[in-house]
């Protein structure tokens, strides 16, 4: 929570000198990487500079591309859309440019709309930039008081700062509650400072600005491939009945327990997407029937971090979740489903990442995506367009095998 403020309350700004950055030690060298806490000898190569990332992962032909548009981004102080699919690897494609603007002594602020990607990003950075102090905010965060080159937060946290930023990277800019907040939009730009870089990133950028790319008048950079080279599993579309009037007499309708018994059976994690947090409360006892282990999950959950932790680490064997974990949340080997896909809490939008859970690790590249419905509907049938044009273009490109 933001907390409360009044009118009275007073408010602090920073008006000193820079916050300095602690000594750049990572030395690269061809082939190798020598973190050193001493000056380097003068026998060393001469070819050599100064790096904050310790990450040794290699880029794919995409990711490569879209790193180089990020990097420039940050060289020229200007906006770029990163349109990648599901699973591309964002996350990697910003290392290089995070690290330029480091090295630069510019300060970066990562901003997600869910609290669930902030628990996600922050370890990840961490790890790769273990020099520097990464601060991650967040309703609750013990971080919030805390200065840091690289701020990963919520878009709430940001009407916190004013003129901050000299980087400024919005994750999943399409996402609820950030696209249609007008003042979470207006907090992004209050946090940035008068020149900055702004980086977006998506799957499913809007109608707006998918037009605005199509016709030139918006950079941007797109991958329509995830790294590990797999096409993006295409979901199936089941006709499973009335479900609301099934769960209404207290039973599960016999498709969507077929396919849940499957997953029991076989010992395979699943998530299962319902429109409503009230249908969810009269399922879960239903489907604990057929496993005790089984867990939902909502906004509102006060174990909402516990049971997403639980998860990651497959102590459940399928969690009953609304939209909450469409985005932003990676569980290496499952099989999703939707029931009730054509509700209009499941847009296209909403439909195509819920797909992107799935396939999302190279040493498990494929799944199941099922959409149950009692009736098709327009963004049911533009999600899966939308998943096969991606197929098509990476196919089309030489970025999937």
Same mark, same amino acid.
């Given at each position: 929570?933001? /907390?409360?403020? $009044? $009118?009275?309350?007073?408010? &602090?700004?920073?008006?000193?000198?820079?916050?300095?950055?602690?000594?750049?030690?990572?030395?690269?060298?061809?082939?190798?990487? *020598?973190?050193?806490?001493?000056?380097?000898?003068?026998?060393?190569?001469?070819?050599?500079?100064?790096?904050?990332?310790?990450?040794?992962?290699?880029?794919?032909?995409?990711?490569?591309?879209?790193?180089?548009?990020?990097?420039?981004?940050?060289?020229?102080?200007?906006?770029?859309? *990163?349109?990648?699919?599901?699973?591309?690897?964002?996350?990697?494609?910003?290392?290089?440019?995070?690290?330029?603007?480091?090295?630069?002594?510019?300060?970066?602020?990562?901003?997600?709309?869910?609290?669930?990607?902030?628990?996600?990003?922050?370890?990840?950075?961490?790890?790769?930039?273990?020099?520097?102090?990464?601060?991650?905010? &967040? /309703?609750?965060?013990?971080?919030?008081?805390?200065?840091?080159?690289?701020?990963?937060?919520?878009?709430?946290?940001?009407?916190?700062?004013?003129?901050?930023?000299?980087?400024?990277?919005?994750?999943?800019?399409?996402?609820?509650?950030?696209?249609?907040?007008? $003042?979470?939009?207006?907090?992004?730009?209050?946090?940035?400072?008068?020149?900055?870089?702004?980086?977006?990133?998506?799957?499913?950028?809007?109608?707006?600005?998918?037009?605005?790319?199509?016709?030139?008048?918006?950079?941007?950079?797109? *991958?329509?491939?995830?790294?590990?080279?797999?096409?993006?599993?295409?979901?199936?579309?089941?006709?499973?009945?009335?479900?609301?009037?099934?769960?209404?007499?207290?039973?599960?309708?016999?498709?969507?327990?077929?396919?849940?018994?499957?997953?029991?059976?076989?010992?395979?994690?699943?998530?299962?997407?319902?429109?409503?947090?009230?249908?969810?409360?009269?399922?879960?006892?239903?489907?604990?029937?057929?496993?005790? /282990?089984?867990?939902?999950?909502?906004?509102?959950?006060?174990?909402?971090?516990?049971?997403?932790?639980?998860?990651?680490?497959?102590?459940?064997?399928?969690?009953?979740?609304?939209?909450?974990?469409?985005?932003?949340?990676?569980?290496?080997?499952?099989?999703?489903?939707?029931?009730?896909?054509?509700?209009?809490?499941?847009?296209?939008?909403?439909?195509?990442?819920?797909?992107?859970?799935?396939?999302?690790?190279?040493?498990?590249?494929?799944?199941?995506?099922?959409?149950?419905?009692?009736?098709?509907?327009?963004?049911?049938?533009?999600?899966?367009?939308?998943?096969?044009?991606?197929?098509?273009?990476?196919?089309?490109?030489?970025?999937?095998?």
């Amino acid at each position: 929570m933001m /907390g409360r403020v $009044s $009118s009275c309350t007073s408010l &602090y700004t920073w008006c000193g000198p820079p916050v300095g950055y602690p000594p750049k030690t990572t030395i690269k060298v061809p082939r190798q990487k *020598i973190i050193r806490k001493l000056p380097p000898p003068t026998n060393l190569p001469t070819k050599l500079h100064h790096s904050y990332l310790t990450w040794e992962g290699e880029l794919s032909p995409g990711q490569k591309l879209a790193s180089q548009a990020a990097i420039e981004a940050v060289n020229t102080k200007t906006d770029i859309l *990163i349109w990648a699919v599901c699973g591309a690897g964002k996350t990697e494609v910003l290392f290089e440019a995070i690290d330029k603007a480091l090295l630069a002594r510019e300060r970066i602020c990562i901003a997600t709309p869910r609290t669930d990607v902030v628990l996600e990003l922050a370890p990840r950075f961490r790890k790769v930039f273990p020099q520097l102090k990464v601060s991650a905010l &967040y /309703g609750g965060s013990e971080d919030r008081h805390e200065y840091a080159p690289l701020t990963i937060s919520t878009t709430h946290q940001l009407m916190r700062f004013e003129k901050a930023f000299d980087v400024m990277i919005v994750d999943e800019v399409d996402a609820f509650p950030f696209s249609y907040d007008d $003042s979470l939009q207006w907090a992004v730009k209050k946090s940035t400072k008068h020149e900055t870089a702004c980086l977006f990133l998506t799957a499913t950028p809007n109608e707006k600005w998918q037009a605005e790319c199509k016709y030139g008048k918006r950079n941007y950079v797109k *991958i329509p491939a995830r790294y590990h080279r797999r096409p993006l599993p295409v979901p199936a579309f089941k006709w499973c009945g009335d479900w609301k009037k099934q769960f209404g007499k207290g039973r599960i309708p016999k498709m969507v327990e077929a396919w849940v018994k499957e997953r029991l059976n076989s010992d395979k994690q699943a998530l299962l997407f319902l429109p409503h947090i009230e249908l969810m409360e009269k399922a879960l006892p239903l489907f604990r029937k057929l496993h005790l /282990g089984i867990e939902s999950v909502h906004a509102e959950d006060p174990f909402r971090k516990e049971k997403v932790e639980k998860m990651r680490q497959k102590k459940l064997p399928l969690l009953l979740t609304t939209t909450i974990l469409e985005r932003g949340v990676t569980f290496p080997n499952i099989d999703v489903a939707v029931i009730g896909a054509e509700d209009d809490i499941f847009t296209e939008a909403a439909l195509v990442q819920i797909a992107g859970r799935v396939g999302r690790s190279s040493e498990f590249p494929t799944g199941d995506i099922t959409f149950f419905h009692h009736g098709r509907t327009k963004a049911m049938i533009k999600a899966l367009i939308h998943i096969d044009n991606m197929n098509k273009e990476a196919l089309r490109k030489g970025l999937i095998d």
